[in-house]
């Protein structure tokens, strides 16, 4: 199957541009609207499953780099070459997708009938994402990745805005549009810094020689740090973190598919795939984990005080990618200082991309939930939900599989995962003090993490039964199931055959045994700090915010919170963001504005001044010549007599005299 690998973004790229032309065409139009649902299913559906197999063939082959390439340009000292690139990396994240994109699809068709002719639009710009995004996955180069990365982008401003008539939607996908071109302009930075030292930038030509790259660390350091921003950009990390809150404005099912599952991983996605050029810079490395690490903890912070279901969720995607970012980079760190310690890289670069997997299902699961319940009773606000579990029993038993795993509950697959990055930075801060304060704060992330998830829960769930409310149909309640199964067994991946890290490892691994593993995993003492954190996270959430069905409303534990001064200054500044989004609207009014100001003064004096100014003596000047022309013959004999007389006088009279004869 690896030889048809090419036909994954083929399938989905095909239904977006059938449902375009079908949609488009006026006699088909009405008809084509619920028809348009179950063609992008069968397009994407049928990328989901070719996917599926060359993931399996990936897995169970000899694991080392498939590589298929074509010439795509070329001119007379160059040329740049297209094709596909698949190993453990791309078959992980073409199985995130897959399954994901499919199940978002299928939730899609019951969360979106009432949007009438929008959907045909809607599906079409979900099937060229799913197509653009495969495609990232499998380029074989970074040229070819920047493109999609590029289309990825596109299609994200172009959902979040699909209720463009709202003046907050519309705001939202600019904002995210131009954000998110800040990291673009990093990543292209340093794409031209790796063309210009190693003169390609295909992986297999990168890759091959890491002797090449040690004798180039102060160029590739400066060329990963510009990649890096630009992963920073895509997978919204502290300081460009502000656009994904507000890209909630787009449907629950974009916010499943592209904000929590998909396109916010592509940001991780690119620094695992430039993690051979990463492990030549600890600067770069150091830096990543501390990026990590600190949105991670800030992201969770706020989390813990926003009503909007979906904004605690897009807060919890922004620290959950904190910790693979931290995972990512603190195996780069210790494989650069111990020139290939083998547990920094099964615990570093292995357990940012377990936690990848694992992440993708629980947050796809909650997203999708969050839009059921959006869907039932029209509101986002969590103050407003409540005793919803009577009359959405499958959704609130979903979502609570999603919260036990997200939470780090043992035997849940979040468990697995987090404990891995927890143990790796752990390891790392034996050596380096900065990754034992990593560590610290990566643990009281994981007990906010339980906190702000179990309070999502009881807010929502608990309290009076809501008659008004109903469950989902089958058509959403089916991907609800399926995610809340993989939430469930997802984290088992590390005890199959050779393990997770057997599979998707950077550098050489051994084989484990299943059994020591687990043993390690159950005794160590950071484990049990990290289920001592996340316990405690729940035990509290449940005292504040659970609401029995008994009280008539809902109880305000919680309230000494924002009555003591100094803990109400500090819920002030989480509500408020950290006054980053603030901070942001002031430099743009009182930078940007006075740049633009001071470039509008320029182009009025003198761009406009010097075309003016030539205009202007131009007119006069016509205006001047123009009075010669009165259109009578006697008036042109005379200036042709005269002019002839003037001739006559120069040449025979003024010449001769200063001594010039002809």
Known sequence: ??????????????????????????????????????????????????????????????????????????????????????????????????????????????????????????????????????GLIIANSFLLLFIFWELVGLCSYLLIGFWYEKPS???????????????????????????????????????????????????????????????????????????????????????????????VKAGVFLVARAYPLIVHSPDTALYIAITGGFTAFIAASMALVMYDIKRVLAYSTISQLGYMFLALGTGAWAFAHAGGDAYAEAHGYTAGMFHLLNHAFFKALLFLGAGAVIHSVHTQDMREMGGLRKTMPFTSTAMGLAVLSIAGVPFFSGFWSKDEILAAVRHNGEVEPIFAVLWMMALATAGMTAFYMTRLWMMTFTGPTNDKAHEAPAVMTVPLGILGVLAVVSGFAIFIGDGFAGYVHYGYHAHQDNWALLDHILTASGTHLSVAAALSGIVLASLLYYWSPLQTKRPDRARFILENQPTAILHHFLSERLYMARLFDWFGLRCWDVIAAACNRFDLLIVDGIVNSIADYSIRAGERIRRLHTGFTGHYAAYSLGGLGALVIMLRVVLPLIGWSP
């Open 1 to 134: 199957m690896l030889e048809q690998a090419w036909l994954i973004p083929t399938f989905p790229i095909a239904a977006f541009l059938l449902i375009i032309a079908c949609g488009r065409f006026e006699p088909l139009r009405s008809k084509f609207v619920a028809s348009g649902s179950w063609l992008a299913l069968l397009g994407v559906g049928m990328s989901s499953a070719v996917s599926l197999l060359v993931a399996w063939e990936v897995f169970t082959g000899d694991h080392s780099p498939y590589e298929d390439t074509w010439t795509w340009f070329e001119g007379t000292t160059f040329s740049f070459e297209g094709g596909i690139y698949l190993d453990g990396l791309a078959a992980l994240l073409l199985v995130v997708v897959g399954i994901v994109s499919f199940l978002v699809v299928m939730f899609s068709i019951g969360y979106m009938a009432e949007e009438g002719e929008r959907r045909i639009r809607y599906y079409a710009e979900i099937c060229l994402f799913v197509g653009v995004m495969h």
């Open 169 to 263: 939607a519309a705001s939202a996908a600019k904002k995210a549009f131009l954000v998110t071109r800040v990291g673009d302009v990093f990543l292209l930075f340093g794409l031209v810094i790796l063309f210009s030292t190693f003169g390609t930038l295909r992986y297999s030509e990168l890759f091959a020689d890491p002797a090449v790259l040690a004798e180039h660390a102060t160029e590739l350091k400066w060329a990963t740090l510009c990649i890096f921003g630009g992963a920073v950009g895509k997978s919204a990390q502290f300081p460009l973190h502000v656009w994904l809150p507000d890209a909630m404005e787009g449907p629950s099912t974009v916010s499943a598919l592209i904000h929590a599952a998909t396109m």
